[in-house]
């Protein structure tokens, strides 16, 4: 990702910090009932490690410290680093770990953390980088039966709409809604069964679900996952 990309968000984000509220599919998932597909003991919870990849404005850091969390947050520069920081509470700001990364290239040991959120990150694909690239590096950094817990893109995503078609699963966004990722290549996917298929090698268990949503000619269009860990 450009400068320029690391720009755009850092101002995106300065606009819109007062109205930070988590992402409503991260709280179903984490804090939500029960569901007939997944199953996340939230006992579980208290004292677990957790990489929130790429934290944007970091709205959903509170949640994760509320469910008792150990927390380390990543972004793509130190400026959006900052941006983050400077709109936390002041009271659990100390205890959350930050770091400057890409997706593809994470400086953790190996199974360095019992769960791995990716709200709308982890398909960002950075020149000569492959999804099933940054899929490794995640699952390396997992502990054996941690979670992997992410978002992933479908082709009706306003997003997506007259983005440039480079490979099967590998797009060029044009026309960004919002102005900030034009030029940007995103890995999206087009039924559970690529999903199902990619983490197949990976993990014992796999929970998916699909969001479908138009506000007011916005469309949004994703799948969530859930997949834990082989032993």
């Known amino acids: 990702m450009t400068e320029q990309a690391s720009s755009n968000w850092e101002r ?3 606009d819109n910090a007062p109205m930070l ?5 991260v709280m179903r998932t984490l804090a939500g009932a029960k569901y007939p597909n997944m199953k996340l003991d939230k006992r ?5 490690s957790i990489l929130d990849l790429s934290t944007g404005d970091g709205r959903n850091l509170e949640l994760l410290h509320r469910l008792g969390f150990n927390i380390t947050a990543t972004e793509i520069s130190e400026p959006l680093v900052a941006s983050v920081k400077r709109n936390m509470p002041a009271n ?3 205890q959350i770990k930050f770091e400057i990364c890409f997706n593809h290239d994470l400086p953790f040991a190996d199974s360095s953390f019992d769960y791995f959120l990716s709200c709308s990150s982890l398909y960002y694909l950075n020149d000569g980088v492959e999804f099933d690239d ?3 590096e995640a699952f390396r950094i997992i502990k054996p039966s941690g979670y992997l817990i992410f978002s992933l893109p479908t082709i009706d995503n306003s997003v997506l709409a007259n983005a440039q078609k480079i490979a099967p699963n590998r797009y060029t966004i044009t026309n960004d809604p919002h102005g900030l990722r034009n030029g940007i ?5 087009h ?3 690529e999903i199902a298929d990619l983490l197949e090698e990976h993990c014992s268990h796999v929970a998916i679900g699909h969001e479908a949503t138009n506000y007011y000619g916005l469309n949004v269009s994703c799948y969530y996952v859930v997949c834990q860990k082989q032993a």
């Open 12 to 14: 995106f984000y300065n």
């Open 21 to 25: 509220y988590p992402t409503e599919w």
């Open 44 to 48: 579980h919870y208290k004292g677990a």
């Open 92 to 94: 659990y700001q100390a």
């Open 134 to 136: 940054i899929l490794t």
């Open 185 to 189: 290549d995103f890995f999206v996917i």
């Open 191 to 193: 039924d559970e069964q």
